[in-house]
């Protein structure tokens, strides 16, 4: 997500910050900001909004600002829009304490309601400015910086790798890390945090990771480490060895493959903010109950993978919901002279909000009188500026050009609001909403133990990466997930794929299949598995070479008919593209890896396609 940097020596310390935010320009961000404490004991605080050149020159490379105590941010928004009053460092009201955090504090509003109750004023939008406030609020209690931050961490719920400033400890500063990556750099008479070790490597390579729950002191002495009780405690250094390009990527080859393994990391972040208590709490969500009562039609409408994220969005909403649920592509959508009015609610999904079809899609909708309802990853994107409500993915930035990490959380939002929305329309059954809900909480989780068994992948990859043409078959939402399965597929590899409904190959598409053709079997929902046996069967006969994707339970009954067998956790139907969209993005990234293709840059495509 966002770039951390901090810095504690005896040199000034805002050009060290801005050379270390430059290097996590990669990432992606909207705004950036330093804070220093000064030698008069003060905070000097600076942001601007958009490139990190915009700051450099209005400090003037950093000389503006005077102080050997620093810390950086780059900003990729996720609560308020992009700008400099939301950027960080955030400030407490009194200006003793500057915060920077990456992650999401989940219990944000409660407290900033409870703080504004004390009568303390909020400057910006953000969740993180909370943790600034909260600390003036219990430090004017206890006057110990160390203390202070303790209590900040047992009140907050979330994620966070934080930075601190207090104006009245100016020869230090304190990290915390839950759920969110942050290191601590060890240099000579000078110390460091960052969020991504690239950001050091000009200053130091000895580093160590810090754990959830743990806190650190940093001095130009040293840094010590303490564990959740506060108690201090040895943590193992290591020694980087990376070049640039490789810690930027975190040491994976390609982003693409980085942002697979985030993917648990991610559905935690689009997932769990909105559950509580058992139930899905959409509180980002504007539309009422009665709204929501009173469309009569859905229509899902986007592009490449966010469409197929439609296309299972269409089986999960008219499921959860029983309304009728259309899938459009933004393309057509537009010329299509849609049946919208007053009555429709328009699902428009979008990881970068930027996709010019998309948003013309959206804009006939609207102009049509429908609500508009984006499904976004990049906050303050013109999807999610122009439609009347947004809910975010939180994904984090996503750089390689193929989708996988916004995949997933596009579809965990959609089940989300199938689930909200079904309970609202009293449409689902009890047991299974609770059943779902549970099971939603567990996919990070799930999508984790998928992860843990990529080497078979990455085998049968080694073995199978020459066909010249690939058939991705299922039914229903297995039909859903091949869509995406092939897409992948043809984007980075360059292989001819297709994907079929199953229950279609006869009319046409069996003519294809011979001797050698590979055909990815999905059959991973269960309602359909006998069915999609028999498909297997059908083009095994005609001399198929068949990959099958099923669930652990009903991996040998799949053995006995496919050629090679791949799975995933048993869940609920209605999550198993979650899981089942993993293999097929691996199996896509080792094949592409195989024939020595541009896996994060393919050719002919962009990231966000803004020409129609
Ligand atoms: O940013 P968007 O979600 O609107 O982009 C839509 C498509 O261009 C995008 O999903 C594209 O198909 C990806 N390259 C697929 O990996």
Request: hydrophobic share 40%; proline share 3%; charged share 25%.
């Amino acid at each position: 997500m966002c770039g951390i940097v901090g810095f504690v020596g005896a040199r000034q310390a805002a050009p060290i910050l801005l050379d270390g935010l430059s290097r996590l320009e990669y990432r992606g961000y909207d705004s950036a900001g330093v804070a220093v404490v000064t030698p008069q004991g003060e905070i000097d605080l600076r942001k601007a909004k958009g490139r990190l050149q915009v700051l450099n020159d209005m400090v003037h490379g950093g000389a503006d600002l005077d102080g050997c105590v620093g810390i950086g941010h780059t900003r990729w928004a996720t609560h308020g829009v992009p700008n400099s009053t939301n950027s960080h460092p955030h400030m407490s009201e009194d200006g003793r304490f500057a915060v920077i955090h990456n992650g999401i504090i989940e219990n944000y509003a409660e407290i900033k309601e409870y703080l504004i109750r004390q009568g303390i004023h909020f400057r910006s939008e953000t969740d993180t400015e909370v943790v600034a406030q909260l600390l003036e609020f219990y430090y004017n209690k206890c006057h110990d910086f160390f203390r202070s931050v303790g209590r900040v961490l047992r009140r907050i719920k979330g994620a966070y790798a934080l930075g601190i400033l207090c104006a009245d400890c100016p020869d230090r500063m304190i990290a915390a890390r839950k759920d969110t990556p942050l290191l601590l750099g060890f240099g000579d008479g000078e110390n460091f945090i960052a969020s991504d070790v690239t950001a050091l490597l000009p200053y130091t390579r000895d580093v160590v990771y810090m754990d959830d729950g743990e806190t650190a002191i940093l001095t130009r002495e040293g840094i010590e480490v303490f564990d959740p009780l506060q108690q201090p405690i040895e943590k193992e250094h290591h020694h980087i060895d990376w070049d640039v390009s490789a810690a930027e990527k975190g040491g994976y080859p390609h982003f693409m493959l980085k942002e697979i393994f985030e993917q648990p990391d991610a559905l935690s972040r689009a997932i769990s903010p909105r559950i509580r208590d058992g139930r899905v709490v959409l509180d980002d969500m504007k539309l009422t109950a009665e709204q929501i009562r009173s469309f009569d039609r859905i229509y899902i409408v986007a592009c490449g993978s966010s469409y197929h994220v439609g296309m299972v969005g269409k089986y999960n909403l008219e499921h959860l919901t029983r309304r009728n649920v259309e899938v459009c592509l933004a393309s057509e959508f537009r010329y299509s002279d849609p049946i919208v009015d007053a009555r429709s609610l328009v699902i428009v999904i979008s990881q970068s909000g930027e996709t010019l079809d998309t948003l013309a899609a959206l804009r006939e909708a609207k102009a049509r009188g429908a609500y508009i309802l984006a499904i976004v990853n990049v906050v303050g994107s013109s999807v999610a500026r122009e439609a009347d409500d947004t809910l975010y993915t939180f994904a984090g930035p996503e750089i390689a050009v193929a989708t996988t990490k916004a995949y997933s959380t596009q579809l965990a939002v959609l089940n989300l609001i199938g689930l909200a929305f079904g309970e609202t329309l009293g449409a689902v059954d009890p047991t299974e909403y609770h059943e779902a809900v549970t099971e939603l909480e567990r996919l990070p989780e799930l999508a984790r133990q998928v992860l843990s068994r990529c080497d078979d992948i990455q085998e049968y990859a080694a073995a199978n990466f020459n066909h010249s043409s690939v058939f991705y078959i299922g039914r229903n939402l297995d039909y859903a997930l091949g869509l995406e399965g092939s897409l992948k597929m043809k984007e980075i590899s360059y292989i001819h794929s297709e994907s079929y409904a199953s229950g279609e190959l006869k009319h046409g598409t069996i003519s294809l299949i011979e001797d050698g053709t590979l055909v990815v079997a999905l059959g991973t929902c269960g309602r359909l598995f006998d069915k999609m046996i028999s498909n297997v069967i059908e083009v095994k006969a005609r001399g198929a070479e068949v990959l099958a994707l099923t669930t652990e339970s009903r991996r040998d009954a799949m053995a006995r008919v496919a050629s090679t067998v791949l799975t995933v956790p048993d869940t609920i139907d209605l999550l198993l593209p979650n899981l089942g969209v993993i293999p097929l993005q691996l199996y896509a990234y080792y094949v592409a890896l195989q024939r020595g293709c541009d896996i994060d840059k393919p050719r002919n495509l962009a990231k966000s396609v803004t020409v129609e």
